[in-house]
């Protein structure tokens, strides 16, 4: 295991699309989290799980956007009808967690979504 | 509620001489961990350096260093030695450990390093 994937890298879609994206973390860490990341800006929470329960959503996951993660293991970040505004780099990252300490994260390449 | 400041948005530096990223923070929790990221043009974030809360010796990992001031709730990094390759993005990050909170960053630094 090489690392946390994501796929695609990019993506572009036309306003209104929806678009869904992978996260494929380290085998096993058992958090996992997704960033938003605009032009300048520092990555900002969305949602993160730990194993399949999705415990913390952020107030910019709108109702358009949601997050699973089937079984523990892979995520998906789908967006539906998506709006110029939702142009960003989205970052996955994971991590270990046991009896309280967490033991680091490990970012993902991430996607870069335009809208058009 | 837990927040990062980086104020400067860019910083250049020449080749081989020391530099210091500034960070401050604002939190509450007394438990805490203060991180540094690197993030090239290519995006993906590498992980520096972390301080703990109640670490007592500044942490040092290779050129990186962080000068950690808990009564100024500043964690600055300091990269001795730049190399081209440090040019990037660097992010300040931290996370409240009572509450077990996710990771929040800062706006970030840019570094170019010039030859």
């Known amino acids: 295991d090489t690392g946390v994937s994501q796929d695609p890298r990019h993506k572009i879609t036309k306003r209104g699309q929806n678009v869904t994206f992978r996260c494929d973390p380290i085998?096993?860490?058992?958090?996992l989290y997704w960033y938003r990341q605009t032009l300048g800006q520092g990555p900002e929470f969305l949602t993160y799980?730990?194993?399949?329960?999705?415990?913390?959503k952020s107030r910019l996951l709108s109702d358009r956007f949601s997050a699973e993660r089937p079984k523990g293991s892979f995520s998906t970040l789908e967006i539906q009808r998506t709006e110029q505004g939702d142009s960003a780099m989205y970052l996955c990252?994971?991590?270990?967690?046991?009896?309280?300490?967490?033991?680091?994260?490990?970012f993902g390449s991430g996607t870069r979504l335009t809208v058009v | 509620a837990q927040k990062i400041t980086q104020t400067q948005p860019g910083m250049f530096v020449q080749e081989k001489e020391a530099v210091t990223l500034d960070c401050t923070y604002d939190?509450?929790?007394?438990?805490?961990?203060l991180f540094w990221y690197k993030q090239p043009s290519s995006g993906e974030m590498i992980f520096l350096i972390y301080q703990g809360s109640y670490d007592e010796q500044n942490a040092t990992e290779g050129r990186y260093s962080l000068n950690f001031q808990k009564a100024r709730k500043s964690a600055n990094l300091v990269i001795s030695a730049s190399q081209l390759g440090d040019s990037a993005m660097y992010f300040c990050?931290?996370?409240?450990?009572?509450?077990?909170?996710?990771?929040?960053f800062g706006k970030g630094t840019r570094l170019s390093v010039i030859a």
């Open positions: 085998s096993e860490h058992n958090r």
């Open positions: 990050a931290m996370r409240e450990f009572r509450g077990n909170t996710p990771l929040v």
């Open positions: 990252a994971s991590s270990y967690i046991t009896r309280g300490v967490d033991y680091g994260y490990t």
């Open positions: 939190t509450s929790d007394q438990s805490y961990g």
């Open positions: 799980f730990q194993n399949e329960a999705q415990l913390e």
